[in-house]
């Protein structure tokens, strides 16, 4: 069983800088690409910024220069740097993973799913 764990989120005024984490435990054998996704209230979920296993990293327009995405893999870690927020960043941020898992001696592999982690920008 694998899971993913995000913490870091919370109020921050506009302007200021938030760092998301997200660790993947469990039955992990590798993972593959790890990335953040946001959903704000009435929106659909929309990519933020993704990093395959060989660090190459794609940013969505509206965060390109502003948001960096890292990994640590020897801690299946995670993680997303915002600085100069702004009120539209506003949303719950989840973390996703595309990873190979063992279950009762079987690995195969699979899309996992934090359980998010609220991100509000307001003065």
């Known amino acids: 069983q694998v899971q993913l764990v995000e913490s870091g989120g919370g109020l921050v005024q506009p302007g200021g800088s938030l760092r998301l984490s997200c660790t993947a435990s469990?039955?992990?054998?590798?993972?593959?690409?790890m990335g953040w996704y946001r959903q704000a209230p009435g929106k659909q979920r929309e990519l933020v910024a993704v990093?395959?296993?060989?660090?190459?990293?794609t940013y969505a327009d509206s965060v390109k220069g502003r948001f960096t995405i890292s990994r640590e893999n020897g801690k299946n870690t995670l993680y997303l740097q915002m600085n100069t927020l702004k009120p539209e960043d506003t949303a719950v941020y989840y973390c996703?993973?595309?990873?190979?898992?063992?279950?009762?001696?079987?690995?195969?592999?699979?899309?996992?799913w934090g359980q998010g982690t609220q991100v509000t920008v307001s003065s």
């Open positions: 996703n993973a595309d990873i190979w898992a063992s279950d009762w001696g079987r690995i195969s592999p699979d899309s996992y």
């Open positions: 990093m395959s296993s060989g660090d190459t990293t």
């Open positions: 469990g039955s992990i054998f590798s993972i593959n690409a």
